[in-house]
């Protein structure tokens, strides 16, 4: 079936740095979205992008983040600077359709970021 | 506020037993509910999903029932095998005018040899 890719599977950062996950969703689809996940807990929504725009972020989605996907390429998670409760693995998704039109979500595998 | 409860945070059957898991959810509207389900190691896959209230959902032998009347999407399984062991998650999609699908707190099935 349709494929998700997320780059990097792991990342381990000191706090303050700077990272980006990359996100290369499913080709045709229009509507992208951030969940993080501390190990153990739920999947927690962060944001959603489309058109080239945020349409809706969580209180979770602190100033330190940023979301792009410049023509077409990546779609990217910025967090800039990280802190120690960053640290989780981070699901980039996909759909064709929204939510509001019953869009299923394709997920990638998740990236796992550790902040030291 | 919109919202999905799984009171189930794990579940341990042995093989051939009969998988229930609780799911309600708190929304207005007329939303689309699914079961996703998240193996180790992978991110979240579509189960099954309903679209319209008062009917049913199934895929692989599990089975949902969108019941606005009580608010709930019950998972079920008749007979469960070891590689049914997964985090299940309950998810509300929302038709207002937001893009997004909220994720309920999963419940972990470990089933048993």
């Known amino acids: 079936g349709p494929k998700v890719l997320q780059i990097p599977s792991h990342q381990i950062i000191d706090m303050g740095q700077m990272v980006t996950l990359n996100c290369d969703p499913v080709?045709?689809?229009?509507?992208f979205y951030w969940y993080k996940q501390i190990l153990g807990q739920q999947m927690e929504f962060l944001v959603n992008?489309?058109?080239?725009?945020?349409?809706?972020k969580s209180k979770l989605f602190k100033d330190q983040f940023s979301v792009e996907r410049p023509d077409g390429s990546y779609f990217t998670l910025k967090i800039q600077p990280t802190a120690l409760e960053d640290s989780a693995v981070y699901f980039c998704?996909?759909?064709?359709?929204?939510?509001?039109?019953?869009?299923?979500?394709?997920f990638g595998e998740g990236s796992k970021l550790t902040v030291l | 506020g919109n919202s999905v409860t799984q009171m189930q945070g794990q579940v341990t059957l042995s093989e051939e037993e009969f998988l229930f898991i609780n799911c309600t959810y708190s929304?207005?509207?007329?939303?689309?509910l699914f079961w996703y389900v998240q193996y180790p190691g992978e991110g979240p896959q579509l189960l099954l999903k309903v679209t319209t209230a008062n009917n049913k959902g199934s895929s692989r032998g599990f089975e949902a029932t969108y019941d606005k009347g009580t608010t709930s999407f019950h998972l079920q399984k008749a007979s469960v095998q070891e590689s049914d062991s997964a985090v299940y998650y309950c998810v509300l999609g929302r038709d207002t005018n937001a893009y997004k699908v909220i994720f309920g707190k999963g419940t972990h099935l470990h089933v048993l040899p």
């Open positions: 992008f489309y058109n080239g725009k945020v349409m809706e």
């Open positions: 080709s045709n689809h229009l509507y």
């Open positions: 929304t207005t509207g007329y939303p689309t």
């Open positions: 998704a996909s759909s064709l359709e929204g939510a509001r039109n019953t869009g299923q979500l394709y």
